[in-house]
């Protein structure tokens, strides 16, 4: 009973990463294969080599998967977009004066409040480039924000962590769904 739940996962796991119209055929081929070893040895010895068989091919059906999925792609306009947003957040901090003595940080909510529809912008372009840039970049922007504010040192006002927390994100979320609103328009016309 152990082999045959063991077998379902592995073909299940085999039929995910298969592409669609390839599935069936390497499924079938390996179960018959299967079936046949298990007559002439043992299930026992059927099911090592059917699993052998899975994994030397997960590695390379997923690196297919991946590749027809452009994530990659998506990825990188994604770092492109965070790094274009790091250029605009260094030159919005410099053009928007800090009236604070040098060397002290003080939050300037002016520039959370510049920052957001340049992120808009930002992400509305990488959606244009990729359709899921915005929403990597979103994360992205969540995930550097949140190690910010707990990975680091820096005492910072708690409306300015919650301001970046929520604006980075939400912006970039915005202007990929601004970018979708847009495409959906012009296929209906």
């Known amino acids: 009973m152990m082999h045959q739940g063991t077998l379902l996962l592995a073909t299940w796991i085999l039929s995910r990463l298969a592409p669609e119209a390839e599935r069936e ?28 068989q899975v994994y030397a091919s997960a590695p390379s059906l997923l690196w297919d998967r991946l590749r027809r999925a452009a ?3 998506t990825i990188g306009v994604a770092l492109l977009a965070y790094i274009v947003l790091g250029v605009v957040d260094f030159a919005v901090k ?6 604070t003595p040098e060397g002290t940080f ?11 529809p ?8 990488a959606a244009r480039f990729r ?20 990975g680091t040192n820096e005492i910072m006002p708690l409306w300015f962590q919650l301001g970046y927390f929520v604006v980075g994100p939400v912006a970039a979320f ?7 609103l847009q495409k959906g328009r012009s296929v209906r016309r």
């Open 94 to 99: 410099w053009f928007i004066p800090n009236w």
């Open 131 to 150: 359709p899921g840039a915005a929403t990597l970049l979103g994360l992205i922007c969540l995930g550097v924000v949140t190690w910010m504010m707990w």
């Open 118 to 125: 340049m992120i808009v912008l930002i992400g509305y372009f």
């Open 174 to 180: 915005v202007g990929g769904a601004l970018r979708s």
């Open 25 to 52: 055929p390497i499924v079938g081929d390996l179960m018959e294969e299967y079936a046949l070893r298990a007559r002439a040895s043992s299930a026992s010895a059927a099911l090592k080599w059917y699993l052998q």
């Open 71 to 73: 994530v990659f792609s």
């Open 106 to 116: 003080a939050p300037n909510p002016l520039g959370l409040i510049v920052m957001f």
